[in-house]
Antibody, heavy 117, light 109 residues
């Protein structure tokens, strides 16, 4: 079955960087686009970024554009989110998710990112 | 930018009851709407896409309807597992934005 496992979260100071990793299994990774979606405590989900199945295109929300970069490694079935210039309002649970049916179908369990001094 | 709104914010119901949740888009999204369920402490899961297509394995008591700017999610005969927060989400925008609504919490009366 489809499994998405995030890692790399933690506590970081404002202005710092983190790299999240999502390990995918149970499906043909090279055939699917992948998302990152975040959820701040007590709030609804907020879409962050998507990368096409072949890595040819990436799109970002305005709130992270220029600071975050999504990428993927077909050989490892992994997708990454490089987060730079982190701010307090980036604090959230970060979910990796699969792009299917033009939307988000499977979600991982998430990794917590806390930005605090 | 498309804004998704949901009502009510909270719905208190008894097990076995039928509930209808509302979602409205600030401009037409055709039928490019999905519904996600999030149980406490869990990741969301997709229930419905294309406004009315149920994901394989989702019980038939869940149904979606609507097009354009107004959408509904109906749950007939609410079960204990169904007490959760429900989010609608559009995927009509280009460049993509995948905007979520603020959610409707369904809790036990």
């Amino acid at each position: 079955q489809v499994q998405l496992e995030e890692s790399g979260g933690g506590v970081v100071q404002p202005g710092g960087s983190l790299r999240l990793t999502c390990a995918a299994s149970g499906f043909t990774f090279s055939q699917y686009g992948m998302h990152w979606v975040r959820q701040a405590p007590g709030k609804g989900p907020e879409w962050v970024a998507v990368i096409w199945f072949d890595g040819s295109n990436q799109y970002y929300s305005d709130s992270v554009k220029g600071r975050f970069t999504i990428s993927r490694d077909k050989s490892k079935s992994e997708v990454y989110l490089q987060m730079n210039s982190l701010r307090v309002d980036d604090t959230a649970m970060y979910y990796c998710a699969r792009l299917a049916h033009l939307t988000i179908d499977y979600w991982g369990r998430g990794t917590q990112v806390t930005v605090s001094s | 930018e498309i804004v998704m709104t949901q009502s009510p914010a909270t719905l208190s119901v008894s097990p076995g009851e039928r509930v209808t949740l509302s979602c409205k888009a600030s401009q037409s999204v055709r039928t490019n709407v999905a519904w996600h369920q999030q149980r406490p402490g869990q990741a969301p899961r997709l229930l419905i896409y294309a406004a009315s297509t149920r994901v394989t394995g989702i019980p038939a008591r869940f149904s979606g309807n609507g097009s354009g700017t107004e959408f509904t999610l109906t749950v007939t005969s609410l079960q204990s597992d169904d007490f959760a927060v429900y989010y609608c989400q559009e995927y009509s925008s280009w460049p993509p934005l995948f905007t979520f609504g603020p959610g409707t919490k369904v809790d036990v009366k």
